[in-house]
């Protein structure tokens, strides 16, 4: 969603994840932004008060940065553009982006297995069950307040269900 109208600003409050923008920070959407991450278009800032470092976050800005350069570097040409069309180097670089994205989800969760209790039967059904506390401890300190977060997300669930539905076929 683009722009969120003031008359829909109770959406901020939805428990699931988006994106949306807000014309104004009023007081009414500055007391709704709690637990999320604000992104400063116009001042290319991010901004977060309660959201933990990313585990290895710093190899992870390193391997986005070329994309994010190639985007910065086509900004201009993108405002003389419709925001349905985009530059090639905008496609590439966008592609780039998602596959160091997915490559750093799967890298934090390269170890589910090890944390998943699997065959159990249900209903001649195999179902297997990851041990979320498990997981989480076998991080390090530094990065488990951001793991407990993450586990309880909709892109965790998602993610881990694929992965187990794999475990499953095995």
């Given at each position: 969603?683009?722009?969120?109208?003031?008359?829909?600003?109770?959406?901020?409050?939805?428990?699931?994840?988006?994106?949306?923008?807000?014309?104004?920070?009023?007081?009414?959407?500055?007391?709704?932004?709690?637990?999320?991450?604000?992104?400063?278009?116009?001042?290319?800032?991010?901004?977060?008060?309660?959201?933990?470092?990313?585990?290895?976050?710093?190899?992870?800005?390193?391997?986005?940065?070329?994309y994010?350069?190639?985007?910065?570097?086509?900004?201009?040409?993108?405002?003389?553009?419709?925001?349905?069309?985009?530059?090639?180097?905008?496609?590439?670089?966008?592609k780039?982006?998602l596959?160091?994205?997915?490559?750093?989800?799967?890298?934090?969760?390269?170890?589910?297995?090890?944390?998943?209790?699997?065959?159990?039967?249900?209903?001649?059904?195999?179902?297997?069950?990851?041990?979320?506390?498990?997981?989480?401890?076998?991080?390090?300190?530094?990065?488990?307040?951001?793991?407990?977060?993450?586990?309880?997300?909709?892109?965790?669930?998602?993610?881990?269900?694929?992965?187990?539905?794999?475990?499953?076929?095995?």
């Open positions: 969603m683009p722009v969120l109208p003031d008359d829909m600003l109770d959406f901020l409050d939805a428990p699931v994840p988006y994106i949306v923008g807000v014309k104004n920070k009023t007081s009414e959407v500055q007391s709704k932004l709690t637990n999320v991450l604000v992104v400063d278009a116009n001042r290319n800032q991010v901004k977060s008060a309660s959201i933990p470092q990313l585990p290895k976050q710093k190899e992870l800005f390193s391997s986005l940065s070329p994010h350069a190639k985007l910065v570097g086509e900004s201009y040409l993108a405002r003389k553009r419709p925001v349905y069309e985009c530059t090639d180097v905008q496609v590439e670089a966008a780039g982006f596959t160091v994205v997915r490559s750093y989800l799967d890298s934090l969760c390269s170890n589910l297995r090890s944390h998943t209790i699997t065959n159990v039967q249900s209903n001649n059904d195999k179902v297997s069950l990851l041990l979320k506390e498990s997981f989480i401890d076998s991080f390090p300190s530094r990065d488990r307040p951001f793991m407990k977060l993450f586990v309880d997300t909709q892109l965790f669930s998602v993610h881990t269900d694929l992965v187990l539905s794999f475990f499953q076929k095995q």
